[in-house]
């Protein structure tokens, strides 16, 4: 497999998330090397939340069409990693920066998703 450059790969992680519906006027995104990180807020192009399983969905996506690389949302309403998906809540939930309650917290099982490339 070609190594991939940076704008190619910044080209396919923009392609993900258009894919998966993610506003991008709120989500912001970077490659480098071979981690992909989010920041932001996470959302969809209606505004509307995503639901865990589609934000699983989003880090399988990724990692199918970008072999090898890493996953890490730092988003201010979810975190993730290639391995869990952590949501922290709503803007209305952060009142004083910090969570009301326990953040829910969701493992990734990839032995569910057929990740060779094609």
């Known amino acids: 497999m070609k ?13 993900v998330l258009n ?11 970077s490659v ?3 981690e992909i990180r989010l920041t932001g807020w996470l ?10 399983g589609q934000v699983e969905a989003l ?7 970008l072999h090898g690389f890493s996953v890490a949302g730092d988003l201010e309403n979810w975190h ?11 803007k209305a939930q952060h009142k004083g920066g910090g969570l009301d309650g326990e953040e829910q917290v969701w ?3 990839l032995d569910d998703y057929d990740l060779e490339v094609s």
């Open 80 to 90: 993730f990693t290639s391995e869990y998906i952590s949501y922290l809540g709503d």
């Open 32 to 34: 480098a090397g071979y």
């Open 19 to 29: 894919r998966n519906g993610v506003d991008l006027s709120y989500c912001q995104y």
């Open 43 to 52: 959302c969809k192009t209606d505004t509307s939340d995503f639901v865990p």
């Open 107 to 109: 493992e990734i099982d």
């Open 59 to 65: 880090i399988h996506d990724f990692k199918k069409a």
């Open 3 to 15: 190594k991939m450059t940076r704008m190619e790969s910044s080209k396919e992680v923009r392609r």
